[in-house]
């Protein structure tokens, strides 16, 4: 199965991109725990006393509560009310799929599949503490099986929608369950994820209790000081497509899912959370016999790695064993986690090593693996060929693709092991020929850019003046890959603008053009290209097949530019206190933008359904006063009925 889009949300990484320049780096991106998690202060001990938390750390993504309400037509108070792992979710989906060159609107009404692990529903739970009367209808859309739900309502997609929780192996797991889709034809296309978001203290205070969290929030795998798990954010998602479709359509293949296993260890450990030997050399050696590989031949292994003193012995023991069998001397396994940078993301933390064992592949390196400054000494070291990589360094060249393992391990006992290899895009010969830019051509193309709202648009056109400049990523694509991606690969939002050129340059100074609202002309090779512009900015469909050769290829291009806000319970928006009742109400409440729609527009076409008017009846009830019948509002069918009903209401209050 090949992985042919992936995107993320981890500490210290709001796309692939970053995460391997932390990786390279060997940053650890750990922090602070922030204010609006918990009170840091008020639980930490270093005494680990009950009730209190022994770690004053943990790693935590940026901007947890921003989402860009409005591209998915959502009102302000649906954003409020909405777990911030689906919100994270919806974006790090769609960027998965712009990543993978996979149209939306192609793909709604499909059989695509959605499988997400997930463990954690920290929102709801936080809501439901604060009283039963704080209890609403909308606490339904946070229930956890609708975390994929969701992803197939957004998407339109009618595959299989499956929550996995094998606790930390849940990514892996879903992974697994994934590729068995794919294999079967039960789905043609798979959007997997891995979603963790800790917004509460109590999973710390057990583990504090236990024995078994990091006392400084930081892994240590392998090292002999490792005190336990250090706990993290996540939000990963891949595309997976079958390898043979992948080829045949022209997309980029960043690697390939060999085989996959999962296990349980059964009872063949001293007990049920005790870490087993047996367990986890059986899932191995099931895994490769799946992908027809020798486990000798596996080039690196991105582990659990969770820096845990009773896990990492085992962890060693058993990938020792099964992958050092006949396994030269001169040739060690290389190991590391991922985990040692961002923090255990728990049900994402697998997909954290999946996407890191790509990024490893396509840059042909393997990162160091952080504080490891005392081997474990209960680690057989002399007589495991396996090394833990302290600083960066070149992968071997084999004369093949390289080959990987990952590994992943839950709480459930549940063992999940997926054997990779290189993708098709970054052999020696397909990367030279996807990076060779032609030289000079007098022939112009196309350039479509679209997005949800005018400010996203602007957004985007510097995005791609950036791309296309000197260093961007698309500095040595052939423009016409570039152009033909962007019309044949990406979906055409309302708010367009097209420009045409024959070079970077010329596609640089036209975009320059329209950012600061002047003619950006067309010059003589783009003159017969006007009338494809026009019915395109005119919000036309265009063929675009007649304007490129069938040797055109799919190329990465900039993502759409989110144009969030923060949502948070509790919080009032800047603008929120601006304008009358009715103006209030509608921005809260309609899911469209406010230039969307008139007084004439019918309320359930803006998203006010029997849900919102039962909000708006709360609402008004709770902030000011207003005793109104839910009946008097369900009788209002426009939004200037609705406009008027308010404004009689606000006067005679007054």
């Known amino acids: 199965m090949a992985v042919i889009g992936m995107a993320c949300r981890f500490p210290g990484a709001s796309g692939a991109d970053e995460l391997w320049d932390l990786l390279r780096d060997g940053a650890d991106v750990t922090s602070e725990t922030p204010p609006d998690r918990y009170d840091v202060d008020a639980l930490y001990s270093s005494a680990g006393g009950t009730g209190t938390i022994g770690s ?37 989906t769609w960027e998965a799929l712009e990543d993978a060159g996979q149209r939306p609107d192609a793909l709604a009404g499909s059989r695509t599949s959605v499988f997400v692990g997930n463990t954690r529903s920290d929102f709801l739970e936080r809501q439901f503490r604060q ?85 400084d929030g930081r892994s240590k795998f392998g090292d002999a000081d490792a005190d336990g798990f250090a706990p993290s954010d996540g939000v990963g998602v891949v595309i997976l497509k079958p390898l043979a479709e992948a080829r045949a359509d022209g997309d980029r293949i960043r690697a390939v899912i060999r085989g996959s296993a999962v296990s349980n260890d059964g009872r063949t450990s001293e007990s049920l959370l005790t870490p087993s030997v047996a367990g986890q050399t059986e899932v191995l050696r099931w895994a ?71 990024l490893c592949m396509e840059h042909g390196q393997m990162p160091p693996s952080l504080h490891l400054n005392t081997p474990n000494p209960l680690v057989a070291w002399g007589e495991l060929p396996l090394e833990v990589p302290t600083k960066l360094q070149d992968l071997p060249d084999r004369g093949r693709p390289v080959l990987a393992g990952i590994t992943g391990q839950g709480a459930s006992c549940l063992n999940a092991h997926l054997v990779v290899a290189q993708g098709d895009t970054h052999t020696a010969d397909s990367h030279a020929t996807l990076l060779r830019r032609p030289m000079r051509s007098n022939k112009a193309y196309v350039l479509p850019i679209s997005a949800r709202s005018p400010e996203a648009l602007d957004a985007l056109a510097r995005a791609y003046t950036e791309y296309l400049g000197p260093g961007g990523a698309g500095a ?27 070079s970077h340059e010329e596609m640089i100074a036209a975009l320059d053009c329209c950012l600061t609202g002047t003619d950006p002309g067309y010059g003589k090779q783009a003159r017969t290209l006007t009338p494809v512009v026009e019915r395109y900015r005119n919000g036309e469909a265009v063929d675009w097949d007649p304007l490129f050769r069938s040797r055109c290829r799919f190329v990465p291009l900039p993502n759409y530019q989110w144009q969030t806000k923060r949502y948070w319970p509790g919080e009032k928006a800047a603008e929120e206190d601006a304008g009358d009742l009715a103006s209030a109400v509608l921005r809260e409440h309609a899911r469209t933008s406010h230039t969307e729609f ?33 009946e008097e509002l369900a009788e209002l069918r426009t939004v200037g009925e609705l406009r008027n009903w308010l404004d009689a209401l606000e006067a005679q209050t007054v």
Do not use: W
Not at 288 to 310: K, M, N
Not at 476 to 502: E, K, M, N, P, Y
Not at 598 to 623: E, N, P, Y
């Open 131 to 215: 009283g039963l009367e704080s209890v609403t209808a909308s606490a339904f859309h946070n229930f956890r099986p609708l975390l994929p739900a969701r992803i197939s309502y957004v998407f339109d997609f009618r595959g299989p929608s499956i929550v996995v929780d094998t606790a930390c192996s849940s990514s892996l797991a879903a992974v697994h369950a994934a590729v068995q889709s794919l294999r079967t034809k039960e789905s043609p296309l798979a959007v997997v994820a891995g979603v963790n978001l800790a917004l509460r203290p109590d999973e710390g205070v057990m583990m504090t209790q236990s024995g078994t969290l990091a006392g």
């Open 56 to 92: 004053r750390r943990a790693g935590y993504v940026d901007g947890m509560a921003d989402f860009d309400a409005e591209f998915f037509g959502m009102s302000h108070n649906e954003a409020v009310d909405l777990d911030p792992q689906h919100r994270l979710l919806m974006m790090a």
């Open 598 to 630: 008139t007084d004439s527009s019918l309320l359930s076409d803006i998203g006010i359904d029997s849900l919102a008017r039962l909000q708006i009846v709360v609402k008004l009830a709770s902030d000011h006063n207003y005793e109104v019948e839910a």
């Open 476 to 502: 040595d694509l052939a423009l016409r890959d570039i152009c033909f991606s962007a019309a044949t690969r990406r979906q055409h939002h309302a708010h367009r603008l097209a420009v045409t050129g024959t």
């Open 288 to 358: 490769y016999e799946d992908a027809g590989v020798s486990p000798a031949d596996v080039d690196f292994v991105e582990a659990h790695g969770t820096g845990s003193p009773a896990f990492d012995p085992v962890e060693f023991t058993a990938l020792g064993e099964v992958l050092g069998e006949g396994r030269p001397s001169d040739r060690p396994l290389f190991i590391g986690s991922v985990k040692t940078n961002i923090g255990h993301a728990e049900a994402a933390g697998s997909m954290a090593g999946l996407m890191k064992t790509v």
